[in-house]
């Protein structure tokens, strides 16, 4: 594992301190002090902060002629600062994979005086903190991060720099940050992970199988909509006839497959999801193998009305540690029931006060995502939920953990 921290350079935002000359105290003959454009400077008269220069050339004759007067330079420009990591984050679900990530991170100097005077090391300060934000993003992303780039990486990073308040910290504001480098790396001699990989792909391939036969699977029914001359057989009890028929392997699911326009509504490859991840086609675990988190199955299973689907929401939510939940069908300009319905759900957070979501569920839900409002301390909160950018008909309580666990 390693990074380049040991490449940061204090000096890209702050110059040492120069200790100016002030000459005579007298107009047009002291001293004189110019401040680069994109930079500011931040002075002190006898050790003790003084005022903040803009660009421009100063004249030195206003400041006292028996003090020392020092400046500080300090780069306010927009700048980027650049982390690379190697084997330095592990991605935990479904199983462990390490990567090598690069980082991209837009700042800027907010507080000239408070990097001048107080902070030692700043531009180092704010890697650590960079490490920190993306180690607490990494370690709830799953592999969907390497195909989608690291999106979703950049984006819970920035929001952890943000909350942060850098600004009051150390000076310095953070506008963005990019994934410019994902790649993931095999497991190596971690025996463990090696275990976990083949357990994980023993259990694919049995999700694999399964559902192939599932979807091939010859039944009465397909054969009167498919094949009525052999239903007919089977109706009338011709066992011999059924019987050259499976000698001849013309009943063998995988023979219809290969049969032409036998099974055209059947297409084995939708049953892979992200990563070549089998979803099942009833009661399976889909990609969230290893988790206790409750997920919808794929298209092949029996959909559920809205009303069985928001009791099994409101179940899930309720079971939170705390929670209060309270619903209502939503109406329409008329006061009829227009099918969908809202749900307020509040959470204690561990570092005291409440978290409050106001959820929509459509008339189309699951299928169409709901919206989500977030309350913090009863204010509102900015919140993205990487949840709802990939739903795929997960259920809410998913959103409300993902919540809490931002919002602490």
Excluded at 74 to 83: D, R
Excluded at 389 to 398: F, M
Aim: with cysteine.
């Amino acid at each position: 594992m390693s990074t380049n921290r040991h490449l940061i350079n204090d000096f890209d935002i702050i110059r040492p301190q120069q200790l100016l000359d002030k000459g005579l105290p007298l107009p047009f003959l002291s001293g004189k002090y110019v401040v680069d454009e994109g930079w500011c400077a931040v002075i002190t008269e006898g050790g003790a902060f003084k005022e903040i220069l803009d660009p421009g050339t100063h004249f030195l004759s206003k400041y006292h002629f028996f003090r020392d007067v020092k400046a500080t330079a300090i780069n306010v420009k927009l700048n980027t600062l650049t982390v690379s990591t190697t084997r330095e984050f592990t991605i935990q679900k479904p199983l462990p994979v390490e990567i090598n990530l690069d980082v991209a991170v837009e700042y800027q100097v907010r507080d000239p005086r408070r990097i001048a005077t107080e902070i030692t090391t700043p531009l180092t300060s704010l890697y650590d903190r960079v490490i920190q934000a993306i180690r607490s993003a990494v370690v709830y992303a799953t592999v969907d991060e390497i195909r989608t780039q690291g999106e979703g990486i950049a984006q819970a990073s920035l929001q952890r720099l943000q909350a942060m308040q850098l600004t009051k910290i150390i000076g310095v504001e953070v506008s963005n940050v990019l994934v410019t480098t994902i790649k993931a790396t095999d497991t190596g001699s971690d025996a463990l992970a090696g275990q976990q990989m083949n357990e994980f792909t023993r259990i694919r391939d049995w999700q694999l199988d399964n559902a192939i036969v599932q979807g091939t699977r010859v039944t009465p029914e397909w054969l009167m909509m498919n094949r009525p001359e052999l239903y007919a057989q089977l109706a009338a009890g011709n066992m011999e006839v059924m019987k050259e028929l499976i000698d001849k392997g013309l009943l063998d699911p995988a023979s219809f497959l290969n049969q032409p326009n036998s099974m055209p509504n059947f297409d084995p490859s939708k049953l892979l999801g992200a990563f070549n991840n089998p979803v099942m086609t009833s009661g399976g675990y889909g990609s969230n193998i290893g988790t206790n988190t409750p997920m919808i199955t794929d298209q092949h299973s029996a959909p559920k009305d809205i009303n069985t689907r928001i009791r099994e929401d409101i179940g899930y939510l309720k079971g939170l540690p705390g929670a209060k939940v309270e619903s209502k069908s939503g109406l329409d300009e008329d006061g009829i029931p227009d099918g969908s319905f809202d749900i307020l759900l509040a959470m204690p957070r561990a570092s005291g006060g409440a978290i409050t979501l106001y959820i929509n569920c459509p008339k189309g839900y699951p299928t169409e995502p709901p919206t989500v409002e977030v309350e913090v301390d009863n204010e509102d909160a900015s919140f993205q939920s990487a949840v709802l950018r990939r739903w795929s008909g997960q259920y809410l309580v998913e959103i409300a953990r993902e919540t809490k666990q931002y919002f602490g």
